[in-house]
């Protein structure tokens, strides 16, 4: 089946620095990829949609200089918190779509602790 | 723009006995998915059942299955037989089929912590 992958699982940084969380489809090319913030006992949250090879769309609400988005390759999508903040600790989520599909295939997630 | 609302943030039920989850949606499209995912504690999201709008037929998958109504914009979840393995966060999701931008994503409900009782 598709495997969607993240890296890290857990990472701890330092407030003022940045972070990059990578999200990669294994075993299928992803034409868009999506990235979703989830805080303890809620629902996901959509931060931006990103299609290959064009600029992501960012959700009403979310800094799009902060939260940077790259989807250079059908396979890889990467989000960095630039200058994160304790405030930016949460679980990110990434998915993966084939265009035309009907499912969206999730990543395990990477928990992000800023001290 | 669309909404899903899971009104019940907790359900508890006994092992091998059948509970359903509550689902209910805004939309002004006929046509679109709707969506079961599972997150266990893991947190990995898993799909469970999927439903296209123009199926009248209701999804099933082993022993979950769906009440999907769409007049009433309804979309419920039955779990048979309940097993410890499903305690988790169960979350409905809605789809557009519309291919404009952002009507893509999928829009999820507030969640259901289903607990298992053994």
């Known amino acids: 089946g598709a495997v969607v992958s993240q890296h890290p699982s857990r990472v701890i940084c330092k407030s003022g620095t940045s972070v990059k969380i990578e999200c990669r489809s294994l075993d299928f090319q992803a034409t868009t990829m999506f990235w979703y913030r989830q805080f303890p006992k809620q629902s996901l949250m959509l931060m931006a949609t990103s299609n290959e090879g064009s600029k992501a769309t960012y959700e009403q609400g979310v800094e799009k200089d902060k939260f940077l988005i790259n989807h250079a390759s059908l396979t890889l999508s990467t989000l960095t918190v630039t200058s994160a903040h304790p405030e930016d600790s949460s679980f990110y989520i990434c998915?993966?779509?084939?265009?035309?599909?009907?499912?969206?295939?999730f990543g395990p997630g990477t928990r992000l602790t800023v001290t | 723009a669309q909404t899903v609302t899971q009104s019940q943030p907790e359900m508890s039920v006994q092992e091998a006995e059948t509970v359903t989850l509550s689902c209910t949606y805004d939309?002004?499209?006929?046509?679109?998915?709707l969506f079961w995912y599972k997150q266990p504690p893991s947190r990995q999201m898993i799909l469970v059942i999927r439903q296209e709008a123009y199926k009248q037929q209701n999804a099933t998958e082993n022993r979950f299955s769906v009440n999907f109504q769409k007049a009433a914009k309804s979309f419920s979840l039955k779990i048979s037989d309940s097993q410890l393995g499903d305690a988790a966060m169960y979350f409905c999701?809605?789809?557009?089929?519309?291919?404009?931008?952002?009507?893509?994503?999928?829009?999820f409900g507030q969640g259901t912590r289903l607990t298992i009782n053994p």
């Open positions: 939309t002004s499209e006929s046509d679109y998915y």
């Open positions: 999701a809605y789809r557009s089929l519309l291919i404009i931008q952002g009507a893509q994503k999928l829009v």
């Open positions: 998915s993966a779509r084939i265009v035309g599909a009907r499912e969206q295939y």
